[in-house]
C-alpha cells in the first residue's frame, strides 16, 4: 500500500471529515494524502451546492426580559440540512471556513432570516442576526435591511483595538439606518471594552463563561457585578446568553442583568414553528 494512502474507507468524505472537519493536517495524517485532499473537495462541492440552493435552515431563540421573562425578541440562528453532516452549525461554519466561504455564509444565513421573518415578528418584537466583522460591514449593501428597525446585528468575534476602531463608521452607518449592534461574549477580558467603548452597542451580551460561573458565589458575583455595573454605567444594556439553571437565572436577576437567553426560557425551534405559535 502507497505510503500516502491509508486502509480507511470512508464511505461519504464529507460524513467523515466531520468528525474533525477543523484539521485538515490530522485528517491527512490518519486518512492518508490522497483521501483528504478528495474529501475536502467535496466538503467545498457540498458548502457551494448548499449556498446555490440556498439550504439552510433558520431557528429563533428567545431573548426574555428578565423581570418578568416576557420575550423581547429572538435570535436567528441556521442549521444545514437535517441529517446531513452539516446540519450542527459548528460543522456548517468550519465547513465554510475550509473553503474561504466565511462571509458568504454568514451573508447567506442572515439574508435567509431576514426574508422568513419579514412581516411575521410580533410589533416590537426584535431580531438579532449574528455576523463576524467582514460580513458586518458590508451587511447595509448586502443584505435587505430598510425598513427593518427591529433588526440588530451581533458582532461574534473578539476584536483587536483596530479592527474596532475600522468597523466604527460601519457601524454608525448601520445605527443611521434604525439598525442597532449586540456585542458578544463581553466580560472575558481588557479589549472587549474597549470594544464596547468604540461601537457603543445597544446590547452587551456577558460571556459564556462569566454564566456559567455566576452562582457558585464570591468571587465570581463580586467581579460579574462589576462588570454589569459598568456597562449600565456607560448605558448598554446587558443580557446574559446561555442560562440553563433556576440559580443561575436567580443570581443574574440579583446582579442588575435585564436582558437573558438560554434553554431555561426556550431552546432554539424552526423559524416557523415560532412564528406559527
Known amino acids: 500500500m502507497p505510503a500516502n494512502q491509508s486502509p480507511h474507507k470512508p464511505n461519504e468524505p464529507v460524513a467523515w471529515l466531520a468528525i474533525d472537519i477543523a484539521e ?17 473537495a467535496d466538503l467545498g462541492d457540498a458548502v457551494d451546492g448548499l449556498i446555490a440552493q440556498r ?17 423581547i ?6 442549521r444545514g440540512p437535517q ?25 447567506l444565513c442572515a439574508r435567509l432570516a431576514l426574508e422568513r421573518t419579514a412581516d411575521r415578528l410580533p410589533a416590537g418584537c426584535l431580531l438579532t442576526l449574528k455576523l463576524g466583522p467582514e460580513a458586518l460591514a458590508v451587511a447595509l ?27 466604527a463608521s460601519n ?12 456585542l458578544d461574549d463581553t466580560g472575558c477580558g481588557f479589549a472587549d471594552m474597549n470594544a464596547v467603548r468604540l461601537l457603543r452597542p445597544e446590547i452587551v451580551k456577558l460571556c459564556i463563561t462569566v454564566i456559567r460561573n455566576v452562582d457558585r458565589g464570591p468571587p465570581s458575583d463580586t467581579d460579574i457585578s462589576a462588570i454589569v455595573l459598568r456597562l449600565r454605567q456607560l448605558g448598554h444594556h446587558v443580557l446574559a446568553e446561555g442560562v440553563e439553571t433556576e440559580a443561575q437565572d436567580a443570581a443574574l436577576l440579583s446582579l442588575g442583568v435585564e436582558l437573558a437567553q438560554g434553554w431555561l426560557y426556550g431552546r432554539p425551534r424552526p423559524v416557523d414553528a415560532v412564528l406559527a405559535s
Not at 435552515?57 to 420575550?71: E, Y
Not at 457601524?171 to 449586540?182: C, D, F, H, S, Y
Open 141 to 167: 449593501d448586502e443584505l435587505p435591511l430598510r425598513g427593518r428597525c427591529n433588526v440588530w446585528l451581533e458582532l461574534t468575534e473578539h476584536l483587536p483595538l483596530d479592527q474596532a476602531e475600522s468597523l
Open 73 to 78: 425578541g429572538y435570535e436567528a440562528l441556521s
Open 24 to 40: 485538515p493536517a490530522r485528517l491527512a495524517e490518519v486518512f492518508g494524502v490522497h483521501a483528504a485532499v478528495q474529501a475536502l
Open 171 to 182: 457601524t454608525t452607518r448601520l445605527r443611521a439606518q434604525g439598525i442597532g449592534l449586540v
Open 55 to 71: 439550504a439552510v435552515r433558520t431557528f429563533l431563540q428567545p431573548l426574555v426580559r428578565m423581570s418578568d421573562r416576557r420575550v
Open 83 to 107: 441529517g446531513s453532516p452539516l446540519e450542527q452549525p459548528d460543522m456548517l461554519f468550519n465547513a465554510a471556513a475550509l473553503g474561504g466561504k466565511t462571509v458568504e455564509m454568514e451573508l
